[in-house]
RNA sequence: GGGCGUUUAGCUCAGCUGGGAGAGCGCUACCCUUACAAGGUAGAUGUCGGGGGUUCGAUCCCCUCAACGCCCACCA
């Protein structure tokens, strides 16, 4: 025996067998959607991590969550399908480029023509593109790589063209004049999106307007002075008995002294600042919307990296924070600076590049998302498209309910360019679905492409149809569209619920009229032990693919999926890691005591009367946590999955029913032996299946001990499911109350310091036929787990044993007799404590029952179950306070 | 400014439509018992954030206060 235990390495070792698992399910197909026996399909599309994207544990959640839900389904018979690819992410992209070249040869990417730097990042591309993806393998990612696509393929920029000219034609897509958020580090409009409002300590400038003609004055307050050299009028409230008078006069504005109108709107409000508000409608989104309800001139002061333009007078070319302060100054020199107040309010940054952002009326291309939003919320409140869990709705809806219309153009050279053309001869604009050879009114080449490039998401928001090869029909039929779409499940985290979820909703199914999934599960935010945000300047990120290297792709897969349910925090701790990899060493042990008996093992289970009652009590235990994963996977619950099975392999598995089978395994019962064995196999097989989404590797690797020559690899085997003919309650019962006894003998030992080595005598007073005849059975099994060296089982109405200690339950008394000195005085504090307990317990039940009302009131079966725990507390009880007399 | 969420054992979190609180990790004591010391056995710990209400009964429902977190919002 020893030498077979041998054989496998006493510590499991993922390391040797992550590669070779892994390479088997590749190389033998085993990712491909292939027709199950449920003829329905299940589809993924994965989260599209940044071609610049290193695999940080965020991902790691994203991938394992996937990785199960698709491998439980693949296992239970759906055609199943996970689409990976990889964004090429315009900004992020370019901006690691451009510092790559920076650093190589000291240029800049305007050293170099559009052509000539696009190409740069397609060779970069080319050559890290790939590693996150191969990343995402080391975790045991089972999707099909050969569906991957980038999102600026070919055929991804054919989705984008059908659907921009399908929108331009519309009248959807619209180009406009309007304020958008500028980054004046990309030198790019960014979307309101993108901005990530910060609080900054400013401050309130309170300026003097003169009003012209008069010898009054208007107290402005302001947070951004330079910004009155683009003012083109003074706004005050109507009702506003302090400037009334004023409404239809005009102000001079300082040091440009431009004379504008001072009007009034309901906008302004009376009690903020001064109530009197300068209007920048070039650089302020409200003062913008105030200018065209009143016609109002546009005036830019900025250039597109944020320095004055001419319109800034001698300020022209600083920096708009260099502009203030020297416009403070001149207007402290003009005594019209009144006072400066200290002023906390929010300002917004790029969110890439971190630049305070400039509202900037510019030509913008914009997607009119207002009946696509609405269709967004309805789809969702028709549950066409459900949450998991549901209170993320609340967030999509915000975002959908009053939608802004995107801003879609970026002005950058990496991405797909804006399909709208025009021609230098006849003017004549168009967007086109193909690259045109001439103009489609004159038939001129002499025509150009709009330079702009698309926003990111405005690839990544089709991105479902495009996997599936929409617009193109054939490829739509190679990649089995009709099969696959809607996809079955987004999995995805919070954060990106507006960015992305959003869009695809309303994209996809404005597209082609159908929703792209049915299910969208949001999953917790990654976080550390203290549940800080992982960040690069706290250095507390967590590697995974150390993580992997130092315990294993399972652990790491286990401790994410037992942390993944309904929250919305998922805080790492790299020690529960190591818990769940000492989980993966137990399941891996209790291997290696299985697996020399299973040569004698038959392939099926006998008929359950032949089953011994510890067998059909596993067996039934075994059943209920199958139906337990099951249905938590339904539901998106992997931590309940995952805490199920951990707690039936180590307290039923292993705890009981592996030491259970020690004696008959080591017996002469030949017949006995092949029968446990059996049983040890069937119930290690059914194991090693339903950990499989968890913890894929060692539980492919067990498998190959396990199955049979005529099975496949585990990966593609069945799913256990629920029976409802191995559902064994006796045995369950008996079993419990086993359990109980051998729990409260070793607790009895524990109480005097009775060493493991030194064996106790036991008497069990019962009257309970039934539990006799259990434990009369089991007289091997108990001198086993609760070292005893001999048993008697009597009456009730026998007598008990004199120096000795002693336990209660409802259904038995049980006495260890001590030789030589007992320390009656301990025993009796120790009952006294049990009875206490007791006591209180009945207290709580029998003060329910002596309640009337809750007589009356409550339904019958919560009236049943109280009276009979108060009437076992209470048999308890009676036992344990005659056995303190008995004492004394 | 608006909205959402959280508050349960030392730590991280479960707790389904109300019947009286659980897990993992950690901690303490004792054990190298022939699968596993990455192990075994036993054990301790909670006024379920505070206050009020509904109910026979509240961790769960309602009101209120407090602390923390997140998201949204146009920089007067």
Same mark, same amino acid.
């Given at each position: ?132 993806? =191969? ?373 996809? =199914? ?287 109405? =026998? ?90």
């Amino acid at each position: 025996m020893d030498q077979t235990h041998n054989e496998i390495e006493k510590i499991f070792s993922p390391k040797d067998i992550e590669t070779k698992w892994y390479t088997r399910w590749e190389e033998g197909k085993y990712f491909k959607a292939r027709k199950g026996k449920q003829h329905r399909p299940f589809s993924i599309v994965m989260p599209l991590p940044n071609v610049t994207g290193r695999l940080h544990v965020g991902h790691a959640l994203d991938a394992t969550t996937q990785d199960a839900i698709i491998r439980f389904k693949r296992m239970k018979g759906y055609e199943t399908l996970w689409l990976p690819g990889t964004d090429h992410a315009g900004i992020a992209t370019q901006a690691v480029v451009e510092k790559l070249v920076w650093e190589k040869e000291k240029k800049t990417r305007h050293q170099f023509t559009k052509e000539e730097f696009v190409e740069k990042i397609w060779q970069w591309k080319r050559e890290y593109g790939n590693i996150i993806l =191969d990343q995402q393998k080391s975790l045991g990612a089972s999707a099909d790589w050969d569906y991957a696509m980038f999102t600026l393929d070919p055929d991804a920029n054919k989705a984008v063209r059908e659907f921009f000219v399908n929108m331009y034609n519309e009248k959807l897509i619209y180009q406009a004049n309007y304020i958008i958020n500028w980054d004046t580090t990309l030198q790019s409009a960014i979307s309101d999106a993108e901005v990530e409002h910060k609080e900054v300590k400013g401050n309130f400038y309170h300026i003097l307007y003169q009003v012209e003609g008069s010898d009054e004055k208007l107290e402005i307050a302001t947070t951004r002075p330079e910004t009155l050299l683009g003012d083109t009028a003074v706004a005050i409230n109507p009702n506003d008995d302090r400037y009334k008078h004023l409404i239809g006069k005009k102000a001079i504005i300082p040091i440009c002294n431009r004379v504008v109108p001072i009007l009034a709107d309901e906008y302004v409000d009376i009690d903020k600042g001064t109530g009197c508000l300068k209007v920048t409608p070039g650089h302020d989104f409200n003062d913008f919307e105030l200018g065209k309800r009143h016609n109002l001139e546009i005036v830019n002061i900025l250039n597109k990296d944020g320095t004055l333009n001419e319109n800034g007078l001698q300020y022209k070319g600083l920096t708009c924070s260099k502009a203030r302060l020297e416009i403070i100054k001149e207007l402290e020199h003009l005594e019209i600076l009144k006072e400066i107040k200290e002023h906390i309010h929010q300002v917004g940054h790029g969110e890439r590049s971190g630049t305070v952002i400039e509202p900037m009326v510019s030509r913008q291309w914009f997607l009119n998302v207002q009946k696509m939003a609405k269709q967004g919320i309805e789809r969702v409140t028709a549950d066409t498209t459900r949450f998991f869990p549901k209170g993320w709705e609340n967030t999509y809806f915000a975002w959908l309910k009053e939608p802004r219309d995107w801003c879609i153009s970026r002005q950058l050279w990496w991405g797909h360019q804006i399909p709208v053309y025009y021609c230098k001869k006849c003017h004549y604009t168009w967007a086109s679905k193909d690259e045109p050879s001439g103009c489609t009114k004159c038939d001129s080449s002499n025509f150009y492409q709009d330079p702009d490039v698309l926003d990111t998401w405005f690839s990544s928001g089709l991105w479902p149809l495009t996997l599936l090869g929409w617009p193109n029909p054939e490829r739509m039929r190679e990649r089995k569209f009709d099969t696959f779409y809607p996809t079955s499940t987004l999995i995805t985290g919070y954060d990106i619920i507006f960015f992305w979820v959003a869009r695809m909703m309303m994209m996809c =199914d404005k597209a082609i009229g159908n929703v792209p999934f049915n299910h969208v599960y949001i999953h917790a935010i990654v976080r550390d032990k203290f549940g800080r945000k992982m960040s690069k300047s706290l250095g507390n990120g967590i590697d995974p693919l150390e993580i992997v290297g130092q315990y294993g792709a399972d652990a790491l897969r286990f401790t994410l999926t037992a942390g993944s349910g309904y929250n919305r925090n998922l805080n790492l701790d790299p020690e529960r890691i190591s818990g769940y990899r000492n989980f993966m060493n137990k399941v891996w042990n209790a291997f290696r005591f299985v697996h020399p008996f299973l040569n004698t093992a038959e392939q099926k289970l006998p008929t359950s009367n032949k089953l011994a009652p510890h067998e059909r009590w596993i067996i039934s235990e075994l059943n209920s946590v199958i139906k337990i994963v099951n249905d938590s996977m339904e539901e998106y619950r992997y931590d309940d999955a995952s805490a199920a099975i951990y707690s039936f392999v180590y307290d039923k598995f292993c705890s009981w029913f592996i030491e259970l089978s020690k004696n008959i395994l080591y017996s002469e019962d030949q017949k006995a032996r092949a029968q446990r064995a059996t049983v040890l196999k069937f119930t290690f097989k059914k194991i090693v299946a339903i950990l499989h989404p968890f913890a894929p590797f060692i539980t492919e690797e067990l498998w190959s001990y396990l199955k049979s020559p005529q099975e496949d690899l585990l990966i593609v085997a069945d799913f256990p499911e629920f029976t409802e003919e191995l559902v064994f309650a006796d045995d369950q019962n008996n079993m419990n109350r086993f359990i109980e006894i051998v729990s409260l003998i070793r607790n009895l030992r524990a109480s005097v310091d009775i060493k493991p080595k030194d064996l106790v005598n036991v008497e069990i007073f019962t009257e309970i036929v039934e539990v006799k005849n259990y434990l009369q059975n089991n007289l091997a099994n108990l001198q086993d787990l609760a070292k005893i060296k001999s048993m008697a089982i009597k009456n009730r109405s =026998d007598i008990r044993p004199k120096k000795s200690i002693m336990a209660a339950t409802s259904f038995c008394e049980i006495f260890i007799p001590l030789e030589g000195f007992v320390d009656i005085a301990a025993q009796v504090q120790r009952l006294q404590k049990d009875l206490q307990k007791a006591q209180k317990e009945f207290d709580k039940y029998n003060g329910k029952l002596s309640n009337e009302n809750f007589i009356k009131n409550a339904p019958e079966d919560v009236v049943a179950e109280v009276k009979h725990n108060a009437s076992e507390f209470a048999q308890k009880i009676a036992v344990i306070r005659e056995n303190i007399q008995r004492f004394n």
